[in-house]
């Protein structure tokens, strides 16, 4: 049965891209059937029922529906669609171009650089992303840049910076290694700096980020449009949304969509022209695989791959294995609130029985859980699609991100193998 769940994930992937069908409907009908050979006690008699039945009532298929990031994605894109349809962000953008002379090289560089200080100083990789994302889609669609690079340069910044100790994903990995007896320090940090500096430079190099002037006269810019009132009072509710994430550690769905509300009672942006800025097709195939991946997880697709590794562990091959457990776990788990808290721990135990120091295997765990993260499964991977504009194929962005994830796992795997990350 485990094998067969992940034969199923690999071919709604696939017929969903041959056929040009939204993932996540593919996804939520898939978990539907295989939960007809998934067994369940069903209430309280105890008794083995498929969780699609009538008794088994679906209740384990449904709950795949992330309702938290649902409304993270409903509430980011909603909030950022009123500054789009309000020319908010576009104004922005143009100040941003402004500010490195009109030369779109260098944009993907100054996005990096946004989302790195950004999640740097609080949010952490999820609502770091979720602030930067929009911008970053609106520079590619306004310059011409690919939008997936522009992605990839958000993605990049926001983890290269949101493993700082002040932040939740930081503070998580840090602690339950102290709970173990090892002090992590600035080293974390440090360590997915340089990996993920070096993830944003491969891609520069790969995508040729400086042949984005070629063929086109660099004419600096003498003046920028100024911001009305409205645009300026977005830009304040906006602020006062990152504050509120930052210094109150506030739910950023709740708090995006408390804001596009309050930008709307004052007229920023008509309720038609909002909603109709909000990707419900990218919100359904992203909260839609999550039905069928949590069927994966639940019928022990994920830990079959997990299991499968395992007796490959030594003195060599322990770090880079580690890695490749925490991206499979990520894709299907939170990075913060079940694989770092599950695997940390088993790192520092498997350590300890291998006369090996931990850290190298808890970097590994913390690597590949992120590396993984932006895979279209996850929360940041979801707001990234999100963030795109209806002009962008979707699909076939789904799949970059997919593959993206995948091989730079697979990537990741081999430098730490060869001790090229990691051992700081």
């Not at 007809?36 to 008794?47: E, N, R």
């Not at 922005?92 to 650089?113: A, R």
């Not at 920028?224 to 300026?232: D, G, I, L, S, T």
């Amino acid at each position: 049965m485990e094998l067969t769940v992940l034969l199923v994930l690999c071919l709604v992937i696939f017929i969903a891209y041959k056929r040009n069908i939204n993932t996540g409907l593919l996804g939520i009908v898939a978990a539907f059937v295989l939960g007809f050979f998934i067994l369940v006690p069903a209430g309280k008699t105890g008794l083995m029922v498929p969780i699609s039945s009538a008794a088994g009532k679906a209740k384990l298929i449904i709950s795949g529906w992330s309702s938290s990031m649902f409304l993270t994605l409903l509430g980011v894109t909603f909030l950022f669609g009123i500054a789009k349809v309000n020319r908010t962000l576009e104004i922005l953008t143009k100040k941003i171009v402004f500010l490195v002379n009109g030369k779109k090289s260098l944009l993907p560089i100054v996005v990096f650089l946004i989302a790195f200080v950004v999640s740097a100083i609080g949010p952490g990789p999820v609502n770091g992303m979720a602030i930067v994302a929009p911008i970053a889609a609106q520079i590619a669609d306004s310059e011409g840049l690919n939008p997936f690079f522009m992605m990839i340069a958000s993605y990049a910044g926001n983890l290269a910076g949101g493993l700082a100790p002040i932040t939740p994903s930081g503070f998580v990995a840090s602690s339950y290694a102290q709970k173990g007896g090892v002090d992590l320090g600035y080293n974390l940090l440090l360590n997915m700096f340089i990996a993920f500096t070096l993830t944003f430079i491969v891609t520069y190099i790969l995508m040729k980020g400086w042949k984005a002037d070629e063929g086109c006269e660099v004419k600096p810019q003498q003046t920028v449009e100024k911001m009305n009132a409205v645009n300026w009072f977005t830009l304040g509710v906006i602020a006062l949304v990152i504050m509120a994430v930052i210094f109150g550690n506030y739910n950023i769905g709740l708090c995006a969509l408390t804001g596009a509300v309050l930008l709307m009672l004052f007229g920023a942006a008509t309720e038609k022209e909002a909603l109709g800025q909000i990707p419900w097709g990218t919100i359904l195939m992203v909260c839609g695989m999550g039905v069928l991946v949590n069927i994966v997880g639940y019928a022990g697709g994920i830990k079959y791959l997990t299991d499968a590794l395992t007796p490959y562990i030594n003195e060599t091959t322990a770090a880079p294995i580690m890695l490749l457990s925490g991206a499979l776990m990520s894709a299907v788990a939170s990075a913060s609130g079940v694989v770092m808290p599950t695997l940390i721990p088993v790192a520092i135990q498997l350590g300890s029985n291998l006369g090996l120091d931990p850290k190298p295997l808890i970097y590994g765990i913390v690597l590949g859980a992120h590396f993984s993260c932006v895979s279209p499964f996850s929360t940041v991977g979801g707001l990234a699609l999100g963030a795109l504009g209806n002009n962008v194929d979707k699909q076939k962005m789904f799949l970059y991100f997919l593959q993206f994830a995948i091989g730079s796992t697979v990537v990741g795997a081999i430098l730490v193998y060869f001790k090229l990350l990691l051992y700081f």
